[in-house]
């Protein structure tokens, strides 16, 4: 016989578990009423951690949990953190064929006769004792520079937005693989009886399409799929009882439904039925579990000023930091906020300002607030989008004014947290921040990072689908682990 | 359980090869070749760029060749030497792969070459003949029909009895719910219980069969594989129009169409003699794979994506091959070459599609369907087209004595026929008039010195008679775009009434080479045609630009052509306008918009063709070539081709009477066509197709053409078959072909029994799983070939077998030796599918709606989702959720937006529809008892059945009994008992709060029913709710 396939190993042992397990141990009445207890919701303990298909990990991680601020649309590096100083005396030159060397061009551009070079109109002021250049924009960002680690030479091959955001994702272009989430979730399993192992939270509904497979499972069972919590109306669909039904209705319910299910079980014996069962019970704790997540009146009045303005206003970056960092602390392994609209094509400047007015304090105020309750150390903190931006002008061109078209070349990203070396930068691109000078960092490599910080090597992190022993880092392609930001 | 498959393959081939000996050979495809694949092949394998040492181990000669495999001598077989060594550097497989051999596996393989090395073809690949029935103990008593003798055999070599029958209530709602994916309807349950002859029960499946619903529930199925979905599915994801193919799928299952036509019609009808209209809406087949129009993108790169995804899916759904693998590198466990991959694609490679989708709905190419007031006239009108395309005749020898006799070129290259506004707006040319405002003469058009640019002030006017928006206007003119502005309005003759529409027309253009037109009729509904930024004009640049309305009053009537070549519009999604007159005032040209540049306008209150437009785009060519006057036969092909559309479309009298009859014809097409359904289809250019290997699959890189070729594994084409998707089909369909029938009869027993006889439906290849039963799946596709692919008669036979129809009772035996139930030692229970879920709740409760076919519905869906996924300006941004019946549709029906798909069914597994899929997962989590405890439609669905339940029945026992009936169960005493005392402790808590109970039955978009008690009405409710929400209602 081949292989067995890793889930399948892990679904017949959770199966034998659950039906010899617990009810050899005789899971009758009793026990299920007290391990399904009404109050246990947030208060349980965590017995029934469920395991992942690689159990601890291929070695000690260094992180538990990763918090992904993904700058949907491809924020400008040029404008954030790659200094190019000498482009200021180039304003409006050609971008020599020397440096742009025939390579392809979106359609978008591919036509201009000029591609004419738009030195950032910001002031990068240096910061720490790392002294790090970063944009005017990103102040908040900046007064922590000593705490993060910066890469400005990450790359991918994909020149659009719904190929590369897929690939960043997924580690491929075509639709159909699981994401950075799902894996942790199918390798890790659960640290919490309550909530999703992999949640999403989207906010600024505006600008580049998002697309729920960039939180999918692709070909791993569905359940490691991004629970995507809603800043409108449930947080998780359908998690609130019809109007009109209370909790104590729902547990009357519950209760002759679970009576009935159980007689169910008794007469056909179907392990599934048993299952159902928990699962109703899970229903229902997370009832109660989801709204006291989300329900931010518990935090003191100084938490919330860490955050800013908007952090009480549903569905913004602020409220949304505010969010992981809750999730953080009850055990949700990897969060990933999505904030669009970084895709400036035109009238860059002032596209910019709103964006970077939106993530930086919320940004800095995650890192200070994990920081300050321990948690920073065992949490990865990854910011950065799908690709990076152009050295020359889309459009029109003037001083304060420009826009730039996609870069895959090269753009930069940051990270922070437990096994990131504090004040580094990685990676240099040329003058004019259009190609890789020194140490070239796809973005297979970023993945590779995060599943090595949670003790996973991703070479050996596979799944056998369809004849191919799948990793989130490629079949075949390689990739490193980004060594030179770890501590 | 591992183990235990092992050890029952093991027994099963000791049958097939030799009979109970006591000593079983042993079998290759069981035992050697898992082994050989898993551990060796991805360096000894079929892939020959990635083979190491020269060796391949995946056919007998390569093993053989340098003596690796020594046929009956283990100890000189260096395949041998090396598994059992422990150096390092000798050691296979290398210590460093993580794949070594257990001490088992390596004996195994010692003693299969002491015994000879026998070797056999991969079983897939062998066509199937029908086996013997085998005749276990006991097969009398227990068989129904040929397919129990093969589950009867296994489970007893499993030490394993059958389950006896399911009760027959159990076992009707089973077969219904596999057969329609709808509970049994009453009657024909009424009419199965009043018969007791044991026919009955074959006769209540035939009575399922023949139902509609059956068609739309098999049709479901199929959908999933075909990757159907109402959106592009990338990027913008705007709405995409394909419907028909859906209805297409139902109404072939439902006229139980053999399945070869049925591959045939949707691989290629469009190129089946004398294609049927029918027939090329089948060809949508190939046309819902995902496609994007994202600005930026390279077509070169989609085209490929596209051929991919096509290959695979073709390979998945017929053929269960991962040929995916093959598009970077020769796959390296299937024999399948990167060559033979692209082989397969270039079948698909010769579209006629364009790679960017333009989202719009009708991406050509596609058929229209017109409403039926207009289905005469529209065939009268292709009809009216070939007769005024064939009289549109070239005469070279008219067109030589005309240019022989020094011709004048009039004002205009097209003539004067309907032109209303000219306006050279050059020095020295037409009425003079002065500049406006600020403007100034161009010195940089490429015709010389002509237009003018605008200043920051000063405007053009000219009178033009009245329009209606029913009528065609053709506006031509040479465009410089603005600096510094971002949008301009060029044209507009508009008028506005105190709180009234901007009712008009007016042609905008942008900066960045945006072009748009926009009419609005009296009422203030708009129409608009978009030329988006940087897709045909070139910024600061002049270019000629042609806007064209054929009064179709739709968006799709707006045509722009840029240098007379026609640009692809956007439009946000698809609307009209009525027959109205619009503005009475004069047409303004130009205006403060400093840089910009026209000239040449030409107004034509008529829809010109388009040669005329490349005739007016090329004026100056035509001006130069007058004036040079060189005999013909001096001049160029390109020349002569101008001279000869001018002379037709202006001078030649019969011609141009022609043209103008058939540009009344295309507008009048237009306006149905506006009006129609329409749906993609494929359609083949006139080339031979072919396609190019992709070094690494980089469409960068090209590496050698190749032309249409099917792997060499399998059989050739069939003789005689066109090397096209025609022959594909044929070549799909032969009986000897080892693996269609095959895998088409693994998925309608996977749709019965929940698993197939394969376990990996999608991969019959050397990586997939082993039948369970090798005999029994090849009787099955023997028999389906045979009985000329009948899907329905595999369906009536598998569902009259005793296996299926065992009940479902577990017990620790069974568990411990068939956990999932792969040998069928009891009949299928698996939780039912989302749609199936749905679908049942509707239906119990009355509320369903059992109407067939149509455009997708929206029913509820939580708010916000579409929104927070899509980018502004998608045309499936905004979720409006529909009223009535439309929410009450069957769940095939349901809109399918890829990029947010329906949440309550993606709980429940369903998939995006972005990639085939013949295989859906099945789980059971919290979310799902969300959604059917807490989703508005099923909350709706609980209150209409509760609302039966109460006016039906007037005693407590007598509604809990009957509600308990309806949604499926038996009616046990105990569940009846459960029932009422829930009811009774529901009942009071809504006694307490009257007004919970009020905002309870509520919920959904129905009225309640007002004679009815509402605190009973509430407490009904939860108890539908409640008995919705049974394991046993959940599962079949």
């Known amino acids: ?122 002031q990068f002021p240096q910061h720490g004792e790392s002294g790090k250049r ?52 199918y390798g ?300 | 359980m591992r183990r235990l498959l092992l050890s029952t393959c093991y027994l099963w081939t000791g049958m097939t090869l030799s009979g109970w000996t006591a000593e079983p050979a042993i079998p290759f495809n069981e035992r050697i070749r898992p082994l050989l694949s898993a551990h060796c092949f991805s360096c000894h394998g079929p892939d020959a760029a990635s083979r190491k040492a020269g060796l391949r181990l995946d056919t007998r000669a390569g093993a053989l060749a340098g003596q690796a495999v020594v046929p009956g001598e283990p100890s000189q077989s260096e395949l041998i030497r090396r598994i059992n060594s422990s150096d390092p550097d000798v ?71 059958p389950n006896p029958p399911a009760a027959l209530h159990h076992l009707a709602r089973r077969a219904a719910l596999d057969l329609t994916g709808l509970p049994a309807p009453p009657a024909l349950t009424r009419k199965l219980t009043a018969r007791t002859d044991p026919a009955a029960f074959a006769a209540y499946i035939d009575d399922l069969l023949s139902s509609p619903h059956a068609g739309e529930h098999r049709a479901r199925y199929w959908l999933d594989a075909a990757r159907y979905g109402d959106t592009h599915g990338m990027h913008v994801d705007n709405y995409r129009e394909i419907w028909p193919y859906r209805d297409w799928v139902v109404d072939a299952f439902n006229a139980n169409m053999p399945f070869d036509r049925f591959v045939r019609q949707q691989l290629a009808g469009d190129l089946l003699p004398g294609a049927t209209l029918q027939q090329r809406i089948a060809t949508g087949f190939n046309r819902c794979n995902i496609t994007t129009s994202e600005g930026g993108a390279i077509p070169a790169e989609l085209d490929v994506r596209y051929m991919v995804d096509r290959v695979e899916t073709t390979s998945t759904v017929f053929l269960g091959l991962t040929t995916g693998c093959a598009v970077c590198h020769d796959h390296k466990y299937d024999p399948i070459s990167q060559a033979e991959f692209y082989q397969l694609g270039a079948f698909f490679n010769n579209t006629t599609q364009p790679a960017m989708d333009g989202n719009q709905k009708d991406t050509p190419p596609v058929v229209a369907i017109p409403e039926s007031e207009h289905q005469d006239e529209w065939q009268e009108l292709q009809t009216r087209r070939k007769t005024l395309s064939t009289a549109l005749r070239h005469d070279a020898k008219e067109v030589e004595r005309w240019w022989a006799a020094a011709p004048e070129l009039p004002e205009h290259p097209v003539g004067k026929d309907g032109l209303a506004v000219w306006l050279p707006l050059t020095q020295n040319e037409g009425a003079a008039s002065p500049l406006p405002g600020s403007a100034q003469w161009a010195n940089d058009h490429p015709a010389g010195r002509r237009g003018i640019r605008f200043g920051d002030r000063g405007q053009l006017t000219s009178p033009l008679p009245l329009l209606k928006s029913d009528q065609p206007l053709t506006v031509s003119f040479w465009f410089r775009t603005p600096d510094t502005v971002l949008a301009t309005t060029l044209f507009s003759q508009q008028h506005k009434e105190k709180d009234g529409p901007e009712v008009g027309w007016k042609i905008s253009g942008g900066s960045q080479g945006a072009v748009t037109f926009e009419l609005t009729d009296a009422k203030g509904k708009k129409i608009r045609g978009n030329l988006p930024d940087n897709e045909a004009l070139t910024p600061r640049s002049w270019q000629h630009v042609c806007v064209r309305y054929s009064g179709g009053q739709a968006n799709s009537s707006i045509s722009i052509l840029v240098n007379g070549r026609a640009g692809n519009l956007r439009n946000a999604s698809e609307q009209h306008c009525s ?210 692919w009948d899907v329905k008669h595999m369906l009536r036979m598998m569902v009259n077998s005793a296996a299926y129809q065992q009940s479902s009772l577990t017990t620790p035996a069974k568990l411990a030796q068939d956990p999932q139930n792969r040998f069928l030692s009891r009949g299928p229970r698996m939780r039912l599918d989302a749609e199936v879920l749905r679908d049942q709740a509707l239906a119990v409760s009355g509320l369903l709606s059992l109407n067939l076919g149509g455009p997708s519905v929206r029913p509820y869906q939580p708010a916000g989702l579409w929104k927070v996924v899509a980018i502004t300006g998608s045309n499936t941004r905004e979720f409006k959720q529909d009223q009535g019946e439309a929410l009450y549709r069957r769940s095939l029906y349901t809109f399918w937006k890829r990029t947010s798909p329906p949440p309550s069914m993606a709980a429940f597994n369903a998939p995006t529809r972005e990639q085939c899929t013949v295989r859906r997962e099945r789980t059971n989590t919290p979310l799902q008892a969300l959604v059917l405890m807490n989703d508005p439609q099923f909350v709706e669905a609980a209150r209409h059945l509760a609302q039966r339940a109460l006016t039906q029945h007037q005693d407590a026992t007598a509604r809990a009994t009957w509600m308990l009936h309806e949604v499926g169960c038996r009616g046990d005493q105990p569940d009846v008992e459960d029932t009422l005392a829930a009811a009774m402790e529901l009942g009071a808590l809504f006694q307490t709060d009257p007004a919970a109970a009020e905002s309870l039955i509520a919920t959904g978009s129905s009225k309640p029913n007002a004679e009815i008690n509402l605190i009973e009405l509430a407490t009904w409710t939860m108890i539908a709710n409640l008995l919705l929400n049974r394991d046993d209602i959940i599962n079949k």
């Open chain 2, 579 to 788: 027959g109205t007159d619009l503005a009475a005032t004069e047409l303004k040209i130009g205006g403060p918009y400093p840089s910009a540049g026209l000239s040449d306008v030409r107004v034509f209150r008529r829809w010109l063709l388009d040669e005329e437009v490349r005739l007016l785009a090329d004026e100056h060519q035509l001006r130069e070539c007058f004036a040079r006057a060189a005999p013909w036969d001096q001049l160029s092909d390109t020349d002569r081709q101008r001279l000869k559309q001018h002379f037709h479309h202006v001078v030649d009298p019969d011609f141009r009477t022609a043209a103008r009859g058939l540009a009344q014809t295309e507008t009048r097409r237009d306006f149905i066509y506006a009006r129609s359904t329409t749906t993609l289809v494929m359609q083949e250019r006139p080339t031979v197709p072919r396609a190019e290997i992709l070094e690494r699959g980089d469409y960068t890189k090209p590496v050698a053409e190749v032309r249409p070729g099917v792997p060499t594994v399998l059989p050739p084409l069939p003789t005689g078959s066109p090397a096209n998707r025609l022959g594909l089909a044929d070549w799909l369909v032969h009986p000897d072909h080892p693996l269609t029938a095959r895998v088409t009869i693994n998925r309608l027993w996977q749709s019965l029994f929940g698993t197939g006889l394969v376990r990996t439906a999608e991969d019959f290849g050397v990586m997939g799983d082993a039948p369970t039963h090798p005999q029994l799946l090849d009787y099955l596709a023997v028999e389906f070939v045979e009985s000329g």
């Open chain 1, 1 to 122: 016989m081949r292989n067995d396939h890793p889930f399948d190993r892990w679904v017949s042992l959770e199966t034998r578990r659950q039906f010899f397990g617990k009810t050899a141990k005789g899971l009758g009445s009793a026990a299920l009423t007290s391990l399904l207890s009404r109050t246990g919701s947030a208060a349980l303990p965590t017995p029934g951690q469920r395991g992942g298909a690689l159990g601890a990990g291929h070695f000690p991680a260094r992180v538990k949990r990763v918090i992904w601020l993904f700058m949907a649309g491809a924020p400008s590096q040029l404008d954030t953190f790659d200094y190019k100083p000498t482009m200021v005396d180039r304003f409006d030159t050609d971008l020599p064929e020397s440096i742009r060397r025939g390579q392809r061009l979106t359609t978008m551009t591919a036509s201009q006769a000029r591609f004419p070079i738009a030195p950032t109109m910001f």
């Open chain 1, 188 to 487: 890790l399993g659960s640290m919490n009886e309550n909530l999703p192992e992999f949640v999403v939270l989207n906010c600024a509904p505006r600008g580049q399409a998002l697309y729920s497979r960039l939180w999918g499972s692709g070909f791993l069972p569905s359940r490691h799929a991004g629970v995507a919590f809603r800043a409108q109306g449930d947080p998780v669909l359908y998690l609130s009882n019809p109007r009109g039904v209370s909790s104590d209705a729902r547990r009357l319910m519950l209760d002759r439904l679970q009576t009935m299910n159980r007689r169910i079980y008794a007469e056909l014996q179907n392990p599934q039925t048993q299952a159902r069962i928990e699962q109703y019970e899970m229903a229902f704790r997370m009832q109660a579990s989801v709204p006291d997540l989300v329900e931010v009146g518990d935090e003191p009045q100084h938490v919330l000023d860490l955050y800013g303005k908007d952090v009480k206003k549903p569905g913004t970056f602020a409220a949304n930091c505010l969010l992981a960092r809750r999730m953080a602390e009850r055990g949700v392994r990897f969060v990933q906020i999505f904030h669009r609209g970084w895709d400036h094509h035109g009238d860059l400047p002032n596209n910019i300002r709103r964006q970077t007015g939106e993530v930086d304090q919320p940004s800095w105020a995650l890192v200070q607030d994990l920081k300050r309750r321990g948690l920073l150390d065992d949490t990865l903190i990854i910011w950065g989008g799908e690709f990076g931006r152009t050295i020359y002008s889309q459009g029109v061109l003037k001083r304060n004014n420009y826009g730039r078209d996609h870069h895959p070349k090269c753009y930069s990203m940051w990270f922070a947290g437990g096994g990131i070396k504090g004040g580094v930068t990685h990676g240099q691109t040329d003058e004019f921040g259009y190609n890789i000078v020194q140490d070239p960092v796809h973005v297979r490599d970023l993945n590779a990072t995060t599943l090595h910080l949670m003790g996973i090597d991703h070479r050996r992190f596979t799944v056998q689908h369809r004849g191919l022993d799948e990793r989130l880092t490629g079949v075949q392609e390689e990739a490193r682990v980004v060594r030179e930001i770890l501590s």
């Open chain 2, 91 to 161: 050691q296979m497989p290398p210590p460093t792969s993580g794949k070594a051999l257990t001490i088992a596996q390596r004996e195994l393989l010692t003693r299969w070459i002491a015994s000879g090395a026998q070797w056999q073809d991969h079983w897939s690949f062998i066509t199937p003949v029908r086996p013997v029935l085998p005749q276990p103990g006991g097969v009398s008593e227990w068989a129904r029909n040929p397919i129990d003798h093969f589950i009867l055999a296994q489970l007893s070599r499993l030490g394993l009895k």
């Open chain 1, 134 to 185: 970063i944009s005017e924009l990103l102040p908040k960002t900046g007064s922590m520079a000593d705490d993060l680690a910066f890469v400005h030479t990450v790359w991918t091959e994909a020149i659009n937005h719904d190929p590369a955001i897929t690939y960043i994702q997924t580690g491929n272009q075509i639709p159909g693989k699981p994401t950075l989430g799902a894996w942790l979730s």
